[in-house]
């Protein structure tokens, strides 16, 4: 154990400045092989992760939890500012910088003399600021500027919101979910066509177009789509399991079963 290290071992209580402390020592000479060797794209994965598990503790409501993903989250975000501090590009004091400038300049109503008539206010000055600040004046470069690598849910979501601001939408939600219909047809005409040779990418085109108006319909209720299909795939899967619990109790496995007779015992736990 080097001297540095030796430093950081045995304290009662650590603090930020420990942590970054602690993941230079982890790339610098004699520290893990593993940090060493790693780079923004190589942990890029760990970092969408760690912020689903933080996401995570949040929906359980586990405060416990909660602090330790934050914990991690955070390290995620020293390990990217560590690698460009040793590049000589930032480090994490500039991360720390640009943030704290951004929030000061984003909240006019608290740092400055803007007066807001409660949060509603705040958001369309926020969205003004925000256009302002990445030169974003026109619709179409407010559309691009969502990111490419966010959940295609979340980003639907989001294209629909700019695009309602600029009076580009449908009247409410009847009449996007009257799309759905007329997009499952086109889903429907282009089945037809897979014995004719390979459409799949007009299916795939198709199908994602559906998918759209499915948000729209969503957002236009004031569901959130991703959080929707989050709350499907849960269901799917405790009632998956009572099937599979239902059929156990039987002396079975799912194996054996044919998919009708599977079916029928769904139908059943859904009903209950």
Known sequence: MNEKAKAYVGRERYNFDDLCGIMAILRGEGGCPWDIEQTHKSIRNDFIDETYEAIEAIDTENTELLCEELGDVMLQVVFHAEIERERGVFDIADVTDGICKKLIYRHPH???DVSVDG???????????????KSRDTVTSKLKSVS?????????QKLGKISRKAGFDFDDADAAFAKISEETDEVGEEMKKRADGDNTERLKEEIGD???SVVNTSRLLGIDAEEALNSACKKYVGRFEAVENEVKSRGESIEELSSGELDMIWEEIKKS
């Open 148 to 156: 490419s690598s966010a959940p295609a849910l979340m980003k639907a």
């Open 110 to 112: 608290v740092f400055g």
């Open 119 to 133: 949060s509603e206010d705040v958001l369309v000055n926020w969205d003004k600021l925000k256009a302002k600040e």
């Open 210 to 212: 559906l998918l759209l």
